[in-house]
């Protein structure tokens, strides 16, 4: 039965919707039938009646329409996908490679420091190994090795200080020794590097002598004795500071350099 208001050629025939997006597309035009009426209808559709091009029909078409329909073409409408765009915090990153480079930094100061401080070390032991050598020549061939002389009472004292402290102590009756000490005025005492032989007499006048030539050999800076001062090259008189202590009539002071020396000392 026809619907009222809508042409029966219109009806009969094929229409192909497609909706993409939202919108309705015509995509295969319907196929008027046999005495179908061309242009725009005359009679109004009437109220809720929807337009004719846009009508689908439901029902079988005929041969006649179907023979007489165009091939229809699958369309397909493709929208691009915008990617999911990954930002990234800048601050973070700046902050990331800071703390890396910082911390690389870090260990290569520590690691200098360490093989600074195991080089220093070496050193130390190397020079210290130096001087037990030397002394231990030198003793053997003055016949001072083994005299049973204590250097305990010297405190710290350097190793060549201790090592001229036995050489010369064996070789002049074993006095009693001063090694490191506190000291009102400017001295080497503190510090480790000078000794003070409790003598006075011929037996000084020996020892402050044998001192002065061995000064290389011993690492010694200068020697005192009886108000007299000895860099190398000579005595040289003193200002009388008031008493035989002061002035070095009771004991020989001899000073050292703040090395060990690399030279091996003579007999005297």
């Known amino acids: 039965m026809a619907r009222p208001g809508v042409p029966t050629p219109v009806r009969r025939g094929v229409a192909v919707v497609a909706v993409a997006g939202g919108a309705l597309s015509l995509v295969g035009a319907a196929a008027p039938g ?13 109220p809720g009646a929807q337009p004719a091009a846009l009508l689908l029909t439901t029902g079988t078409a005929s041969s006649d329409a179907t023979a007489a329909a165009p091939a229809l073409v699958e369309q397909r409408t493709l929208a691009p996908v915008a990617p999911e765009t990954e930002i990234l915090d ?8 800071q703390l890396a480079e ?3 930094a870090e260990a290569e100061r520590k690691a200098a420091e360490a093989k600074a401080e195991a080089e220093r070390k070496a050193a130390e032991a190397k020079k210290a190994a130096e001087v037990r050598a030397v002394s231990a020549t030198t003793t053997a061939a003055t016949g001072a090795l083994g005299c049973g002389l ?5 405190g710290d004292v350097k190793p060549w200080v201790e090592q001229a402290a036995e050489f010369l102590g064996c070789l002049f009756g074993k006095p009693t020794m001063i090694g490191q000490a506190s000291r009102g005025n400017a001295s080497d005492h503190p510090s ?21 030539r061995n000064k290389d050999a011993l ?3 200068y020697v005192i004795w009886k108000q007299r001062i000895n860099f190398g090259s000579g005595w040289q008189p003193m200002e009388d500071r008031g008493s ?3 002035n070095h009539f009771d004991h020989v002071h001899v000073s050292f ?9 003579t007999g005297c």
Request: charged share 20%.
């Open 150 to 154: 204590s250097t305990a009472s010297l």
């Open 90 to 97: 800048a601050s973070a990153l700046v902050k990331a490679v």
């Open 219 to 221: 690492g010694i800076t």
């Open 192 to 212: 480790g590097l000078a000794l003070d032989f409790m003598m006075r007499g011929a037996t000084g006048d020996r020892l402050a002598e044998c001192a002065v």
């Open 244 to 246: 035989d202590t002061a």
């Open 102 to 104: 910082d911390q690389a």
């Open 257 to 265: 350099e703040k090395s060990a020396p690399g030279g091996r000392p």
């Open 34 to 46: 046999p005495g179908a009426v061309t242009g725009t209808p005359q009679a109004d559709p009437g």
